[in-house]
């Protein structure tokens, strides 16, 4: 059974400052890697994908992936307390399916 | 506007009663999907079909079912044999279920009663 694991939170960063979210898997054929933001109550919104090993930044959001150590991260610069939701990793599974991790929540302090 | 709807927001069971749950994508995706989502908990999957007239069981199948007639259209039927089935029921959909980026529909919130 693949396993997706996050950071347990809550994780608090103040306002302006870098939080990161941390994500392994534990499978190796694993090929695409997504990130998505959940508010309170309501559904998962996509952030980023990622597919390739290294960074891919989108805006205050930088993905970064090392397939050899099954590890994706997540870094939001310049938090801000609109960021404050849950965060899930999700990790497809041989292309059929996807496995999601149990969450980080994140607490953006003003 | 493309997207995905579910229907209804909210929904009540009494105990024994079977419900349907509505999933609608006007995206022309391929794939669709089913997770259930407990307080706290990350998603689990309950069935996923990657084409039409065709389905798969997920992690926790045991206690629903699912049609998909219509490449649009993939209902979830959460059955009296569901022994605790007060959760958030997440729909999504991907463009070709081999692992692209998958949306999610706004969810149906069920409470037995």
């Known amino acids: 059974q693949k396993e997706v694991e996050q950071n347990s939170g809550p994780l608090s960063v103040p306002e302006g400052a870098i939080a990161s979210l941390n994500c392994t898997y534990s499978d190796r054929v694993s090929q695409s890697f997504f990130w998505y933001r959940q508010y309170s109550g309501k559904s998962p919104e996509l952030i980023m994908s990622i597919y390739s090993n290294g960074d891919k930044e989108d805006g205050r959001f930088t993905a970064q992936l090392n397939k050899a150590s099954q590890y994706v991260s997540l870094l939001i610069r310049d938090s801000q307390p609109s960021d404050s939701a849950t965060y899930l990793c999700?990790?497809?599974?041989?292309?059929?399916?996807?496995?999601f991790g149990p969450g980080t929540r994140l607490s953006v302090l003003p | 506007d493309g997207g995905i709807t579910q229907s209804p927001k909210y929904l009540f069971r009494k105990e024994g009663q079977n419900v349907t749950l509505s999933c609608e994508q006007n995206?022309?995706?391929?794939?669709m999907y089913w997770y259930r989502q407990d307080p706290g908990q990350g998603l689990r999957l309950i069935y996923y079909?990657?084409?039409?007239?065709?389905?798969q069981k997920g992690d926790i199948a045991e206690g629903y079912s699912v049609s998909r007639e219509k490449k649009e259209s993939f209902p979830l039927t959460v059955t009296s044999a569901q022994k605790n089935p007060t959760a958030f029921y997440l729909c999504?959909?991907?463009?070709?279920?081999?692992?692209?980026?998958?949306?999610f529909g706004p969810g149906t919130r069920l409470t037995v009663l």
């Open positions: 999700a990790v497809d599974n041989y292309g059929q399916n996807f496995v």
């Open positions: 999504a959909s991907t463009l070709t279920g081999t692992g692209d980026e998958q949306f």
């Open positions: 995206l022309n995706h391929d794939a």
């Open positions: 079909s990657q084409i039409v007239n065709d389905f």
